[in-house]
């Protein structure tokens, strides 16, 4: 018989060629830029001919100009309050529907995932202007008045107690079908014996749930875990749509988002140039929180399932 060729196996070598595709995206579009960007915050200057290397000059301004790091450590804290509120309001309820949907003896189940889900679909421009309007006491106060709700008719958006609680709420409103469709999927692919057992042994709903459920989705939860915190320190459109990229009011609801844009790409205000080293600083540093909080994550969700 002749020899036969290499083929498309592990053992192959031909299989190399399929990936070269998609590794050269994924080189050109996501490992050079973050390689690039970590080199850009080690210079000054926006432009190749006006360049200049001035090492941790960046880090060094960031966290010593009395400007610079009052709306650092600001954004900074107002992420990660941001972030803790979509973790519990988001994803908590995200797991309450998700048991809900999952009952067996709930009628019109797809009804009301379909309902939990459509707010996902709508452009966040969208969402931030109908929110703008809602919670607008000019524009909604006379309503709330004869509901017996003119408590409700204040101006959420523009107290900067209430303002950044709720940004976050309308970004909990909005992406909340998410977690909860990728809960409904895991608990669904849980095998019936497993609950049945679990019956047999008289383990209620909540015992049930915590014993065997949870135990059993825990990678999905770390999953979902780890998507909330790294899509939580990029936000910025959703501060963008409902308030503005300065962080308003009086920089109540800046994120880190909002700080790089305005640093790195926008400029600062009253001048408008932006610094694209500074932002590269800050860009660098998100990227090492990011990894400081997802790899212990991945690890603890992988070794606990």
Known sequence: ????RNSITPKGRYWIL???PALFFYVIFMAW??????????????TPATRSFIGFGNYVKLFTDETSRTRYWGAFGHTWYFFLINMVAQNCLGMLFAVILTNPTMKGREFYQTVVFIPTTFAVLV???LWKLLLNPVWCGDTLVRM???FLARPWLGDQST???CVALISCWQWMGIPTMMFVAALRNIPEDCIEAADIEGANAWQ??????????L????????LTFVNNFNAFDVVFATENVNGAPSYATDLIGTLFYRIGIAGQHPIGIPDAGMGAAIATITFFVLMAGVVPMLKYTQREA
Do not use: C, E
């Not at 830029?33 to 926006?46: A, I, K, M, V, Y």
């Open 1 to 4: 018989m002749p020899k036969q």
């Open 127 to 129: 969402t931030g202007y």
């Open 219 to 226: 990678p999905v939860v770390g999953m979902i875990t780890i």
């Open 148 to 150: 017996h709700l003119g």
């Open 163 to 165: 303002a950044l609680t």
């Open 208 to 217: 049930t749930f915590w014993y065997v459920k949870y135990p059993m989705i």
């Open 18 to 20: 399929y990936l070269l």
């Open 33 to 46: 830029p973050l390689l690039d960007s970590l080199r850009l915050g080690f210079f000054t200057g926006n």
